[in-house]
């Protein structure tokens, strides 16, 4: 059905000891995507399982050929998994969804039809999410903040049901925990993203794979995001601005002091002549970091400039 060149659809779904819903799963998605009147494939990613869920995977590929498993050997987490996915995926429309059945597949045509819209990115909106309040009140807040700080409002940022096109994950590389930032990075690459509501299901089967501490690693996450996308080819910029922030704020602080000794005033002693001191060592401290870094970047590599598909924007 889905030789190399045929594939126009893909579907990206990491998997993590859930053998109670991948073979419904697999059914539910390809009955989604039929509708679709599309040639498809659906990546089954294993993100190192302990159950059965690879071998039920397994009997699923042998079964119909538009479905490819591919595993890591320990558990890596979602980004990696993801990773692998968009790497195997062969559509030029690429869909991801999380393998619990709480996305639901009947939304993939919703996306779909949303993306040719005109849009380089769709990301699903869980208006009434059916999870407990443990994990609602914290999303909300981390998508809250997320969308402050990015400058990209969405309502929810780490849902797993998403749909993208082909040039958006040619220029991004997800790591660590990067996965529920993927909105952030094409926004800032400047691809047009925006979302849709969609249905969500109380989990059927297993447990959730995360913990509260997933948000503490998501603002340590967001920070990495917004200083390598704003500031990895000019460095200098934020080392400086800082740098000569601290260094003007020292000499200021200098001179008031300088004008107390003309004045006759012992300053010797006084802890705001250190801390001017601190301020004036430190600044020229980070204003020569900023300079080194730049030096760094610049023999580093050629940057790389985001360009429009104006065949598609005809």
Known sequence: MNSK?????SVVIPFYNEEGTIIELKERVAASLSTTGRTFEILLIDDGSTDNSLQLAKELALQDSYVKVFSLRRNMGKSAALQLGFEQAQGQIIFTMDADLQDDPDELPNLLKKLEEGWDLVSGWKVKRKDPITKTIPSKFFN?????????????FNCGLKV?????????????????????????????????????HPRKWGKTKFGLSRFIHGFLDLI??????RYNKRPSH???????????????IGLYLTFLK???????????????????????????????????TASKQ????????????K
């Open 302 to 313: 050629q940057e790389k400039y985001p360009l429009r598909n104006l065949d598609r924007e």
């Open 164 to 200: 993208y096109r082909r040039e958006v994950l040619d220029e991004l590389t997800i790591y660590g925990e990067m996965h529920r930032f993927i909105p952030v990075l094409a926004h800032l690459r400047g691809f047009k993203v925006t979302e849709i509501a969609v249905q969500h």
């Open 262 to 296: 003309i004045k006759g005033e012992a300053i010797g002693h006084r802890p705001l002549l250190l801390f001017a001191t601190l301020l004036i060592l430190v600044g020229v401290q980070l204003v020569s970091l900023g300079l080194l870094a730049e030096m760094i």
């Open 224 to 229: 990495t995001v917004i200083f390598l996308q």
């Open 144 to 156: 809250w903040v997320t969308g402050c700080v990015a400058g990209l409002k969405l309502h929810d």
């Open 238 to 252: 934020i080392f400086g601005t800082v740098g000569v922030t601290f260094g003007f704020t020292g000499i200021v």
């Open 5 to 9: 060149n045929s594939v126009q659809l």
